[in-house]
């Protein structure tokens, strides 16, 4: 089986959207990630810290997803990473209330031993430099290397930043990130620019508006499905890098042909992700589900025009 490695945080978000507002619930892009790559045929592991606050319930509960936890540690005395965000009434844009890094503040990762020869590695969002430590301790190089960051990144690590990236196959990053990364509003202009930073496939998530994949001067779209609900985009990025990542890790295929596959399976799962509050309903979420909205999403994108 294929292996696949997934770093980034694990956390406590509290979340505010126009449905209403939670106290303290899992959250952490590795978490969103791991949730979604469960839904392949592969290995994974995630590397991140947590506190000794962290309930052990939430780490039984990516065990139970076949996800080994063996890379996550748990500091003594100290604090899980905490976010709070606030959603507009479009449900596209959010303000970010509280960052408290805590022990994301001095993380040193370690990489399972199993894992050194990981396949793929998903570098979810965190610290740049955790980012590249992470790529210091593979032993094999890996087939694929896929990085997603965001803004707070940007803002107060952008040299860091611009180093793992020039070290990445595929950056995972949204349409306003894009364009500050690059310092262009287009969207082409953008992917270009970024391309030219390192990453050879660029993909742009423009949230329900679906997203990009850029490689040289090939373009591919993939819409988002029209929900009925949307209830908290949290972790719908994160989830469909988890989709992403772990299709490739699992088809072994990295061609563009593949990785537009790749882009449908990640809208696939984060189209699910935004039902629920939080992670719940990637946790009852059913790999008979997951197959009959692939059809949708099938059915949404065919036409039969001859040309
Ligand atoms: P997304 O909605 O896909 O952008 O991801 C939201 C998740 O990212 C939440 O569960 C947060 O815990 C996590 N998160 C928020 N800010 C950061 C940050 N600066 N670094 C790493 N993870 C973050």
Known sequence: MNKLLIVGTVAFDAIETPFGKTDKILGGAATYIGLSASFFNLQSAIVSVVGDDFPQEHLDLLTSKNIDISGIEIVKGGKTFFWSGLYHNDLNSRDTLVTELNVLADFQPKVPQNYKDADVVMLGNLHPLVQSSVLDQMEKKPKLVVLDTMNFWMDCALPELLEVIK??????????????????????????????????????????????????????????????????????????????????????????????????????????????????????????EVAIRLQQFKSLTQFDIEI
């Open 167 to 288: 070290r990445v196959d595929v950056i995972t990053i949204n349409d306003e990130e894009a364009r500050q990364l690059s310092g262009e509003y287009s969207l082409v202009k953008a992917a270009n620019k970024i391309q030219e930073l390192g990453p050879k496939y660029v993909v742009i998530k423009k949230g329900e508006h679906g997203a990009l994949l850029f490689h040289n001067r090939e373009v591919f779209f993939a819409p988002a499905l029209p929900l009925e609900d949307v209830f908290d985009p949290t972790g719908a990025g994160d989830t469909f890098a988890g989709g992403f990542s772990g299709f490739i890790a699992q088809s072994e295929n990295i061609s563009f042909g593949n990785m537009k596959n790749a882009i449908i399976y990640g809208s696939n799962l984060a189209s699910f992700c935004v039902e629920k509050f939080g992670t719940e309903r990637m946790e009852t979420l059913s790999k008979a």
